[in-house]
């Protein structure tokens, strides 16, 4: 009986010990690796999303304007605006307070193609953040316009209230566009920046209409929207439109300026080759120790010692 009473405290002792170099072996083996998977579009069925933004200050360095410059007087139509700006925000061009055009800085400067009104233009560049918190303005340049085709006092005018907008590859990326002034019916062209052909619409009157477009592969692109009415006069506005994703190799209107987004997610694989290695020596070890045990226990008893 006392055999069989120390045999039993011995193999719990021993289940002790095998569940405690089990959990060692837990601890041996590489929890894990991460590896690209596909991207994962969302949201997903079954899913809760959150979002938030973290309060921040808005820019403190404004745009400037370098090209054109004060005094400057045109009789073409579109104009070029550049200057310089803090890296990464997005530019947007006004001209005598009516938004004109947007650009996203890019290595320290600008440039935006944008019509004028006919007579005197006051232009001013404004910085925003990824929050659309804006910068101070840009010093304010004095141009003007004299306009060469007859009959058009009341030019046509282009505008949006998104000087930027962004859709996944595959997905139609859908912007509204308002058209005042001039006389219809008009003829519109967009240019999505992408290397695809323009597309080219008609629209009877003013008002607000949408362009629609689906890019291919991420990037940040120049869309330049041109509107010339049945007068021959005509309006221009630049927007920024993207392509969600991480960025490939680009070169002309996509923007080298780092990821649009991400492109992937990782995934959890674990690692049980190195338990099938350990496995083999640690049993050998428990059956070792038995023995051990065993053996320990019947000299005991041969000596007249109490076993435990």
């Known amino acids: 009986m006392l055999i069989n009473t120390y045999t039993i405290c011995k193999m719990k002792k021993i289940n002790q010990l095998v569940v405690g170099s089990m959990l060692s072996l837990c601890l041996l083996l590489p929890s894990h690796v991460t590896a690209q998977a596909p991207p994962v579009e969302n949201p997903q069925d079954g899913s809760i999303g959150m979002q938030g933004t973290i309060p921040s200050d808005p820019p403190s360095v404004a ?8 005094g400057q007087g045109f009789n073409q139509l579109p104009v070029t605006v550049s200057g310089l700006c803090p890296n990464g925000l997005l530019v947007k061009l006004f001209k005598n307070n009516v938004f004109s055009g947007s650009a996203n800085c890019v290595n320290g400067s600008y440039s935006i193609q944008t019509d004028l009104f006919s007579g005197q233009n006051d232009l001013v560049a404004i910085v925003f953040d990824s929050l659309d918190q804006a910068g101070p303005p840009s010093n304010t340049v004095t ?14 005018t282009l505008t949006s209230n998104f000087a930027k907008r962004g859709a996944n590859p595959g997905q139609a990326l859908t912007w509204p566009i308002i058209l005042a002034n001039g006389v219809g019916p008009y003829a519109v062209s967009v240019d999505w920046g992408d290397g695809t052909e323009p597309d080219l619409l008609s629209q009877a009157f003013p008002g607000t209409f949408e362009i629609s477009h689906t890019y291919a592969s991420p990037g940040v692109y120049n869309i330049i929207v ?7 006069a005509s309006a221009f506005l630049q927007l920024v439109g993207v392509g969600n994703g991480a960025l490939a190799q680009t070169d002309g209107n996509p923007e080298s300026e780092g990821p649009a987004g991400l492109a992937g997610t990782t995934q959890t694989t674990i690692l049980w080759q190195p338990a099938a290695l350990l496995l083999p020596f640690i049993m050998t070890t428990f059956w070792l120790g038995k023995k051990y045990e ?8 041969e000596q007249g010692e109490r076993p435990f």
Do not use: Q
């Open 63 to 70: 745009a400037t304007i370098t090209t054109p410059t004060n």
């Open 226 to 232: 041109k509107v010339t009415d049945a007068n021959g």
């Open 143 to 156: 141009v003007t316009y004299n306009d060469a085709v007859p009959g058009s006092a009341s030019r046509p």
């Open 294 to 301: 065993l053996k320990m226990l019947r000299h005991k008893i």
